[in-house]
C-alpha cells in the first residue's frame, strides 16, 4: 500500500437511507419503464426533467450551482477556498435503464453534503457533485462525453456539433432543453475526485465483497462497421453467387466471440447493434450495418485485438466480394486510479468493518476522464447477478448506505488531508 494514506480514520456520521431512496425513487419516476427502471437518454425531455429535479435539490441544500458549455452541472458547498474535492457521475441513462446506473453516484454526492451540513462539519476544501453529459454514449457517440470535454479531451465545437441516433445535433438539444449554460470548458481541475457506483458486474456479490476499492478502468474501442454488397432474390441467388452483408456481419460476430474466447483475461468483445437494408424477409440484404465493442485493461493486448480485427474484416472482404466501410466511435485507453486515492477507499471501507476487493472496471466512467487531470478513484457496491442497463438492476438497501458512507469518509479525508490530491 501507498506510504501516503496512514490508518485513516472515519469521520463518526451517517448518510440518511431513507432520504437516499427517496431521492433514487423520486428520479426513477422521471420516464419509468416497466420492470422498475428508466429510459432518460440525453439531452432528453425526460433528461431535462431529471436534471431539474437534481438542480432543485442542489438549490435547496444552498449549493452554488452552475452548469457549462457542454450542460454538465456543479453543485458546490462553497464553505472554505481552493479547488473542491468532487464526486458525482451522470443521470442519463440507455433506452432500458435501472434506477441506479449513474443516479447513485450522483445521490449519493448530494446525501453526503447535506449529512455532513446537518451535523456542522465544515471540510477544509469546497465539496462538489458533478452530473455530467451523456456519460452512456445511447445518443450521441462517444460516450462519456460530457466529462471528456471538461478535461479538454474533447474540443467544445466538435462535441456541439456530434449528431445524435435520431438526427438532431448535440449543440441544438443542449439549447433546447435549457442547458447550453455559460461556465467554460475545459473547466476547474478538482482537488481530487472520487465516483461512487453500481458495480454493474458479478464479481462483488459472486465473491461476498462488499466494497470495491476501483483501480482503474479497462480500455474501450468501439467501431461502426459497414458492409456493402449485393441485395437480390432470397429464392433466386445461387449461394456462391451471393455477396451477402447479412452473413459477412455474422462471420464478425463469430470471430469476436472467439477472439475473446482465446485472448482470455479481461478481454471482452460484443457485437451490440445489427441494422440490415432493406430488412425483408425474402432479399439477400444491400448492406448491414454493425457495432463493435472491445475492451481489455492491457493497452497492447487491446491494440493486438483491434489489429486481428481489421486484417480479418479485410480478408472477409476479399473473400465475399463486398466492401467493409469502419468508423470510430470512440477510442480509451485503459486507465490507472491514483494509487493513494485507491488505498484510501480501501483503508475507509476496512474501517467501517466491510470486506474490501480490489478491482478493475470493466464499464467506462467518467472517472476515467478525471483521472487525467486530478487524483482519482472509484467506490463500487454490488450489482445483483451483475445485471446493469436493465429495469432488473439492483443494488439492496444496505449496501447503497454502506456505499454512500465510505464515500462521505473519503470525500471528507481528502478535503482534510494535504497529503493527497492536486497540488
Known amino acids: 500500500m501507498s506510504s501516503q494514506v496512514t490508518s485513516p480514520t472515519t469521520v463518526g456520521v451517517r448518510i440518511d437511507q431513507g432520504r437516499l431512496r427517496e431521492r433514487l425513487d423520486a428520479l426513477a419516476e422521471i420516464s419509468p419503464i416497466p420492470g422498475g427502471g428508466s429510459s432518460r437518454l440525453a439531452l432528453t425531455d425526460e433528461d431535462r426533467e431529471g436534471r431539474d429535479l437534481v438542480r ?10 452552475t452548469i ?47 449529512t455532513l451540513m446537518a451535523s456542522n462539519l465544515v471540510p477544509s476544501r469546497p465539496l462538489s457533485v458533478g452530473v455530467f453529459t451523456n456519460e452512456e454514449g445511447a445518443r450521441f457517440q462517444p460516450d462519456m462525453l460530457g466529462s471528456l470535454v471538461y478535461v479538454g479531451g474533447l474540443d467544445l465545437e466538435t462535441a456541439l456539433d456530434t449528431v445524435s441516433i435520431d438526427g438532431a445535433r448535440l449543440g441544438d438539444e443542449l439549447v433546447r432543453i435549457g442547458y447550453a449554460g455559460p461556465a467554460p470548458v475545459p473547466g476547474l481541475h478538482p482537488h481530487a475526485f472520487v465516483e461512487l457506483h453500481i458495480e454493474q458486474g458479478p464479481i462483488l456479490e459472486a465473491e461476498g465483497f462488499t466494497i470495491g476499492a476501483v483501480d482503474g478502468v479497462q480500455g474501450i474501442s468501439w ?37 475473446a474466447i482465446r485472448f482470455g483475461g479481461n478481454q471482452v468483445c460484443t457485437v451490440g447493434k445489427i441494422d440490415l437494408s432493406p430488412n425483408l424477409v425474402n432479399v439477400v440484404p444491400a448492406k448491414a450495418t454493425i457495432t463493435l465493442d472491445v475492451r481489455n485493461t492491457d493497452e497492447t493486448i487491446l491494440k493486438r485485438a483491434e489489429s486481428e480485427i481489421a486484417a480479418f474484416l479485410e480478408k472477409l472482404a476479399n473473400d465475399e466480394g463486398v466492401r467493409i466501410e469502419t468508423r470510430v466511435l470512440a477510442r480509451f485507453e485503459p486507465v490507472i486510479f491514483d494509487e493513494a486515492v485507491v488505498d484510501l477507499v480501501e483503508q475507509l471501507a476496512i474501517q467501517h468493518g466491510h470486506s474490501v476487493k480490489r478491482l478493475p472496471s470493466g464499464a467506462g466512467h467518467d472517472a476515467q476522464m478525471l483521472a487525467r487531470v486530478c487524483p482519482t478513484a472509484m467506490i463500487f457496491v454490488p450489482s445483483h447477478l451483475g445485471i446493469s442497463h436493465n429495469p432488473a438492476e439492483h443494488t439492496d438497501d444496505q449496501d447503497l448506505v454502506h456505499g454512500a458512507n465510505v464515500l462521505l469518509d473519503t470525500m471528507w479525508h481528502l478535503a482534510n488531508d494535504s497529503r493527497i490530491g492536486a497540488h
Open 223 to 259: 467501431q461502426e462497421v459497414t458492409i456493402h454488397g449485393q441485395s437480390n432474390h432470397a429464392g433466386t441467388t445461387p449461394m456462391r453467387l451471393r455477396h451477402d452483408p447479412s452473413f459477412v456481419a455474422g462471420a464478425i460476430t463469430v470471430f469476436l466471440r472467439d477472439l
Open 68 to 114: 457549462d458549455s457542454v450542460g454538465n452541472v456543479f453543485g458546490t458547498w462553497k464553505c472554505a477556498d481552493g479547488a473542491p474535492v468532487m464526486t458525482g457521475s451522470h443521470i442519463d441513462t440507455v433506452r432500458t435503464g435501472g434506477r441506479y446506473d449513474g443516479n447513485y453516484g450522483v445521490l449519493a454526492g448530494l446525501e453526503v453534503i447535506e
Open 56 to 65: 432543485s435539490w442542489m438549490t435547496d441544500l444552498g449549493l452554488d450551482v
